[in-house]
């Protein structure tokens, strides 16, 4: 089996154009593809997971991967599949996060010898003239045709900027640079990418008289991705500073019994054959795949020895008896207490467990938290300063545990 049998198989490739052809460039490592990553945070993020997984995946069998980093696209906001128009940054800020994303992709990609290469499309764009890009892009797009675009429908009902509406020719402008400068033939996105993508494929075929052979695939890669790594405290952080190995972990221990299977085939590289053999376990047994799924993830971000620390930790949990020094704790001092004591609510605070003191009082309502295994049963719970000579877990719902100490 090719490798891009192998994306089919695992769910990967939801549109593809010129599939032959595509199938033959992938398997015979002739591709020279690119994914773009808007540097928005100063950190990659499981959202982003799937698309160093498949990177990763297309370079083991030959393909050069090129990662792009878009400093100049996220001067402005990109409106694919979203209703609101993000944020400005300054140009200091997106250098740094760009530094920030080229440490963390090195963990999936390997950039000696050429074998890939990082380029940031602020090189290009920030340097354009508006006339030239007038003539020689926009001359190649039809605005009608644009607004059928599902993109921009979504956009306009709430209002469409100028900005925004460009977005779509600086994308196809990245597509018709790299394959002018590195023979880039290949693109990947997410299927909320389709139009852009499309439109940098006609972009290189006008301007090339048609005899460009750049061809796009389009994957589960913001339908199925961007569903991942959302969680109560916000986004799972691949930088172990914003979330620690631990809480990764335990992220994908405590996935859906449905999700399970799909990210095994989605984001590792365990054999489908012993796939197969997981997905043949149901109930309390597919607690079994989730620990395989956790760790694996958690070993390719973190490393091995990180990894058996979170698993050790969480089966303190899950099982009982075993060291738990390596969940999140926080260390409480004596300001911390008014008249030697303090609320759940306040260590919950205290601890970024929740964003604020109602949505923690909302959450003791439902009996969704409890201290040391046992639920708390008003807003008002308080514990005293000799309650923490051992530590003290609190659990907020069923996925997120914290340890207290004095």
């Not at 921009?152 to 994308?171: A, C, D, P, T, V």
């Not at 008003?378 to 069923?398: M, Q, Y």
Request: net charge negative; proline share 2%; charged share 25%.
């Amino acid at each position: 089996m090719g490798v891009y049998e192998d994306l089919k198989e695992r769910g990967l490739i939801a549109q593809v154009t010129n599939e032959d052809e595509v199938r033959e460039l992938v398997n015979n490592g002739k591709a020279v593809f690119y994914i773009g990553f808007d540097p928005t945070a100063d950190s990659l993020h499981v959202g982003h997971f799937m698309a160093l997984c498949l990177m990763k995946r297309l370079q083991m069998a030959g393909n050069k991967p090129i990662a792009l980093i878009g400093g100049g696209t996220a001067m402005i906001g990109d409106p694919s599949g979203k209703t609101d128009m993000r944020k400005m940054m300054t140009a200091e800020t997106i250098a740094h996060n760009c530094e920030c994303f080229k440490k963390q992709m090195s963990k999936f990609i390997d950039f000696s010898d050429d074998k890939a290469i990082m380029v940031n499309n602020a090189d290009w764009l920030l340097n354009l003239n508006y006339i030239d890009v007038l003539r020689e892009v926009g001359a190649c797009f039809s605005v009608n045709r644009m607004l059928t675009f599902e993109c921009y429908k979504q956009r306009m009902e709430r209002g469409l900027s100028f900005l925004e509406f460009n977005y779509m020719i600086m994308q196809s402008y990245d597509f018709y640079t790299l394959y002018q400068k590195y023979g880039c033939n290949l693109q990947f996105g997410g299927d909320d990418q389709w139009s852009n993508m499309i439109g940098g494929m006609e972009l290189i075929r006008r301007k090339l008289s048609g005899n460009a052979n750049a061809m796009t695939i389009t994957l589960l890669l913001n339908s199925e991705g961007k569903k991942m790594g959302k969680t109560e405290k916000g986004a799972v952080w691949l930088d172990p500073e914003k979330t620690s190995p631990y809480e990764f972990y335990q992220y994908w221990r405590n996935v859906n019994d449905a999700d399970v299977i799909k990210c095994m085939k989605l984001l590792t590289f365990i054999p489908m054959s012993e796939i197969a053999e997981y997905e043949k376990l149901e109930g309390a047994e597919l607690n079994k795949a989730k620990e395989v799924l956790a760790f694996e993830l958690t070993k390719m971000i973190h490393g091995e020895e990180e990894a058996a620390k979170a698993q050790t930790a969480a089966r303190a949990l899950f099982a009982g008896g075993a060291d738990n020094s390596d969940m999140p704790t926080t260390q409480l001092t004596d300001d911390d207490f008014t008249d030697g004591e303090i609320t759940v609510l306040d260590m919950m605070l205290k601890a970024n467990m929740i964003k604020s003191k109602g949505e923690g009082r909302r959450l003791i309502d439902q009996g969704g938290v409890s201290v040391n295994d046992k639920k708390v049963n008003g807003a008002l719970t308080a514990l005293k300063a000799e309650d923490f000579e051992n530590d003290v877990i609190v659990k907020k719902g069923k996925k997120m545990f914290h340890k207290f100490s004095k």
